[in-house]
C-alpha cells in the first residue's frame, strides 16, 4: 500500500514571500500521479498542481510549482509571492497509475498554511 | 453547469440510525468515490465504484454500505455499526481512461451524531 507524508503540520510565511510545502510518499509502483489539492475554510477540495510521474519536467501553474524529485519520492509545493487567498489546508495526494487510473487518491494528513499580512 | 452535487450539507443521527449521505453528479463520469476527513487527518478512502453495478472497499469501509444503480448516483449508508461516524464526508469523480485528470470534489456533508 501506498503512503504519503505531509511533515509539516502548519506553516507561515509573510505575503509576498515564498514557501514551500513537503511531501513524501512511498510506492514500489513506477507509474503514478501527483497531486497538490488546497481546502480553504469552505472545506471545498481545489486542484493547485499535478504531476505525472513518467514526466521529468517539473509541473508549474501560474505561482505554484512543484519539485518532483521520483528517485527520492518526494514532491513539494513551492508557493511564490504568496497571497492571503493562499491561506489553506494544503494536500499531497497520490494515484496509481494501475486499474485504468480509477483507483481512490491516497492523502497526506494535510499542511495548514498561514499567510501573514 | 456540471458538477457533484452532496446532500445533505449537514446531517443528523441518532444511536441505532442508520443515515444516508447523497452523491450526484452530472460530469458522465464512470468511476465516484467517497472519502471521510477527520480533524488532523487527511481524506481517507471509504468505497468506490469504478462502473455501475460495481464497487470496492477502501481503507476504512467498516460500518458504511454503497450502491451504484445509476452512473451519475453514488449514496453512501454510514449504518449503526459505524461507531464514530461524526466526520466530514466528500464524494469525488473521475473520467474513465482519463489517467492524468484529478478528481472532482462535491462540497461535503458534515455528519454529526445527536
Known amino acids: 500500500a501506498q503512503t504519503v507524508t505531509q511533515s509539516q503540520p502548519e506553516m507561515s510565511v509573510q505575503e509576498a514571500e515564498t514557501v514551500t510545502l513537503s511531501c513524501t510518499y512511498d510506492t514500489s509502483e513506477s507509474d503514478y500521479y501527483l497531486f497538490w489539492y488546497k481546502q480553504p475554510p469552505s472545506r471545498q477540495m481545489i486542484l493547485v498542481i499535478r504531476?505525472?510521474?513518467?514526466?521529468?519536467q517539473n509541473a508549474t501553474e501560474n505561482r505554484f510549482s512543484v519539485n518532483f524529485q521520483k528517485a527520492a519520492k518526494s514532491f513539494s509545493l513551492k508557493i511564490s509571492d504568496s497571497q492571503l487567498g493562499d491561506a489553506a489546508m494544503y494536500f499531497c495526494?497520490?494515484?496509481?497509475?494501475?486499474?485504468?487510473?480509477?483507483?481512490?487518491?491516497?492523502f497526506g494528513k494535510g499542511t495548514h498554511l498561514i499567510i501573514q499580512p | 453547469d456540471g458538477g457533484i452535487t452532496q446532500s445533505p450539507k449537514y446531517l443528523f443521527r441518532k444511536e441505532g440510525q442508520n443515515v444516508t449521505l447523497s452523491c450526484e453528479q452530472n460530469l458522465n463520469h464512470d468511476a465516484m468515490y467517497w472519502y471521510r476527513q477527520d480533524p488532523g487527518q487527511g481524506l481517507r478512502l471509504i468505497y468506490y465504484?469504478?462502473?455501475?453495478?460495481?464497487?470496492q472497499k477502501g481503507d476504512i469501509a467498516e460500518g458504511y454500505s454503497v450502491s451504484r444503480e445509476k452512473k451519475e448516483s453514488f449514496p453512501l449508508t454510514v449504518t449503526s455499526a459505524q461507531k464514530n461516524p461524526t466526520a466530514f464526508y466528500l464524494c469525488?469523480?473521475?473520467?474513465?481512461?482519463?489517467?492524468?485528470?484529478?478528481?472532482?470534489f462535491g462540497d461535503g456533508t458534515r455528519l454529526s451524531i445527536l
Open positions: 465504484s469504478q462502473i455501475v453495478n460495481d464497487f
Open positions: 504531476q505525472e510521474a513518467y514526466k521529468q
Open positions: 495526494a497520490y494515484r496509481s497509475a494501475n486499474g485504468g487510473g480509477a483507483d481512490g487518491l491516497t
Open positions: 469525488a469523480s473521475v473520467g474513465w481512461g482519463l489517467l492524468n485528470q484529478p478528481q472532482h
